[in-house]
């Protein structure tokens, strides 16, 4: 079984600044990852995911995030927030090579960015 | 950008009720999923469906879910008697061959009086 934690549910900053919103998970089993935004009144959008290869993934609207195996993290970053930014991110996991896609989410962090 | 589209986004239905959470996934999607959030919780896996059959559920997945692909294109949710701790918001996911990265739905938000 895996888990996902996210420690943060809120996190205010001000528009410009770098953010990092954190997530470290745990699992038996090698895991992919992801992360996904959720803007008020909209479905879930895929911001971007680590399958395999260059730790450091890249993914839309300007968002990164590293995944670190020793550490079981796989934390997101922006260098710059804009206002549009301002919604809520889910990190999830799926396991690797169990015939299983279900993803297991956290509990999500509120981004708020302040003008 | 194709879509996943639910309907309807918010449905209200009285305990003991039947409900019916529709979804049309993307067209050439193979792969169809239901989660759930509940108020201030996690997102959780509920069903997933490939060639017609259910391919994994969760223990939360009992007696009173079912799930059904009726016509090639739409992918339904029921919930045969509603119980107040239904209420959630309910979304629809479909996914590709690479079955990663989900497409999800805008959700239902089902309210059980």
């Known amino acids: 079984a895996q888990s996902v934690t996210q420690l943060d549910s809120q996190v205010p900053v001000f528009e410009e600044a770098p953010v990092e919103l954190r997530c470290n998970y745990s699992s038996s089993v090698s895991v992919y990852l992801f992360w996904y935004v959720q803007y008020p009144n909209q479905g879930l959008q895929l911001l971007l995911k680590y399958l395999s290869g260059s730790t450091l993934v890249k993914g839309i609207n300007g968002f990164e995030a590293e995944f670190n195996k020793s550490q079981t993290s796989f934390h997101l970053r922006k260098p710059s927030v804009h206002i549009s930014d301002t919604a809520e991110y889910f990190c999830a996991v799926s396991p690797v090579g169990a015939g299983s896609y279900q993803l297991t989410f956290g509990k999500g962090t509120k981004l708020s960015v302040i003008p | 950008e194709p879509e996943v589209t639910q309907t309807p986004s918010h449905q209200v239905t009285q305990m003991g009720q039947e409900v019916i959470l529709r979804c049309v996934p993307i067209s050439n999607h193979l792969y169809f999923y239901w989660y759930r959030q509940i108020l201030g919780q996690k997102v959780e896996f509920l069903v997933s469906?490939?060639?017609?059959?259910?391919?994994?559920k969760s223990e939360i997945f009992d007696d009173q879910f079912s799930v059904e692909r009726p016509d090639g294109s739409n992918f339904t949710l029921k919930i045969r008697s509603t119980k107040l701790e239904d209420s959630a918001m309910y979304f629809c996911?479909?996914?590709?061959?690479?079955?990663?990265?989900?497409?999800f739905g805008s959700g239902t938000r089902l309210t059980v009086v």
């Open positions: 996911a479909s996914s590709g061959r690479s079955n990663y990265g989900y497409t």
């Open positions: 469906f490939y060639n017609n059959e259910i391919s994994e």
